[in-house]
């Protein structure tokens, strides 16, 4: 096919901007129920408790309980099932890896008349979130193609804009990330593989592209004898997300006359993330162009075949550093009762990104003599932007039982409508932020803890968590409700996928013993979680409303995790 705009090319401006996206920073904002085994065994219900090296991040005010110094480190063992569900079948990924938890030392000073004010300082550290989770499946509830998507968000660009390499091999333009107004890389590399196609036009004597595109499925072909041949197909996927996020807590308070108690600390994070991602559809009944020359001019025509196979590969790695600022109080207006809250301000995290992708296409028809492959692949994207995680609000309430027994409730807000994300120059990324706040809304978290003396050496303990979902209604209606919500979801990056989570539950259980200082505590951690899985979002095709191919997703997964400490 000719490409009359080839001279054009002179003064093309760099290619395919991405930023991030509400799912990126969604992704990267997530926390779990991790610390030290009594925090875990009572479901993290320690906003009033207070006295534990993990609860001392969670509300500093915590620190101030204590009444002597306290140096503990904590083990755990992750053993994840990540489940996917399809039309057709299941699959489910296991893993079992090893973790520090939490570690940390806190010094108390004791001083006045019955020493019953104090002084507490303390450094620890908590593990905030394990990324470690492997989902694949196939789907068969297919009604569009990946590449009509790309090509309808590819309508308006110039066909010059998209080459990747002129006639011998040569980089066109060099990779600019930060030219936004340049063509997404997914359309780029659908474009360069073959994938999709502009529509082409007669005029003056000769054919020459629009900037019109068609993806490869088709709703309406009608063959030479009147037959409706629409296309059909099935998809597969795999996503391997591995990582951590950490925070290191600096942190000081106190009691007075120990009836208050108050605590402010500073927590320094540190975040890595990879994602390797593949996504690959096989559709029966396909489109792609067929050239056809005369001696005046170039025409093109559908041929119908097959794409054996389209596939859309990406590698992505973020990893960066954040800070936050806390504050929290402690009342106990009898020694039966305990009253506490805390705020921590959003963690402002300073991200580099690195990313790469790739596609392979191969198409066959009824004809041995046509067939056609390509495959392209991006440079490397190196990027930097900030994001600010929501901010939180806790609060909570515990009794003391006989002597013997405590029970402890607690609340949690977490603004997740009210994420972030920034340019690396400080700026706005207003668009992103706008859809943070129709996609995603605060969660409620309910924790409930228990702890039983049988002896005074040894404890049982039990707890619960249920966090309310973050999705917004829009989010969720976006793919199963189309008329409601009739939106596209905006992703970045090479990797169009997303999830839309449901609540997360939390069903602990746990042991501790002490002696002469020494304290030694168990703990078993399932947690419990179903998302949608979306290949990408819906998009108007063929001037209707049309759904992406959708998977159920089921994380159960468990933590044992055992804690040694010394108070003195």
Known sequence: MKKLLISALAIIPAAGAVAQSPINAMELSQTELRGSARFMSMAGAFTALG?????????PAGIGMYRGSDIGLTLGVDINSNKTQWDGGDNTEKSTLANLNSAGYVGTMLFGANRDNSVSWGFTYNRLYRFNRTYTGGMSNMQ?????????????????LLWMEDANRKPLYPYDNYDYNAPDWMSILYYNSGM????????????????????MWQYDYVDDKGKAIPSYGTSDFLIREKGHADEYNISLGGSIMNLVYWGIGVGITDLDYTQEYRYNEQINNAL???????????????????????????????????????????????NELRIGIAVHTPTYYSISSSSYGSTAFNFSTANPNYKFSGSESTPLDNYQFALHTPWKLMAGVAGVIGGRAILSVDYQYDAYGDMKLKYNS?????????????????????????????????????????????????????NTDLNKSGMEISTAGMNPSYNVNNATQYITCGLGYKVSGFYFDLAYVNKHRTSTFNAFTPFVDDGVWT???TAKLTDNSSQIVATVGYRF
């Open 547 to 549: 759904q992406a191919p």
């Open 288 to 334: 792609v162009p067929v050239k056809q020359e005369s001696e005046q001019t170039e025409t093109s025509t559908y041929q119908l075949g097959t794409a054996n196979y389209s596939e859309l590969s990406s590698f992505r790695r973020l990893s960066g550093s954040g800070a936050n600022f806390k504050v929290g109080a402690i009342i106990k207006p009898i």
């Open 196 to 215: 999709i196609h502009p529509e082409t036009y007669a005029a003056d004597g000769g054919v020459y592209e629009s900037d019109q595109y068609r993806g």
């Open 51 to 59: 006295a534990d090296i993990s609860a001392v991040g969670q509300n």
């Open 144 to 160: 569009t193609s990946l590449s009509n998507y790309i090509a309808s968000i590819t309508d308006g660009v110039d066909p010059a």
């Open 426 to 478: 400080g700026e706005a990324m207003t668009f992103n932020n706008e859809n943070i706040a129709r996609y995603y809304k605060g969660t409620s978290t309910i924790r409930i803890g228990a702890e039983y003396r049988l002896t005074p050496q040894l404890s049982l303990r039990a707890g619960y968590s249920h966090t309310s979902t973050a999705s917004g209604s829009e989010l969720e209606n976006a």
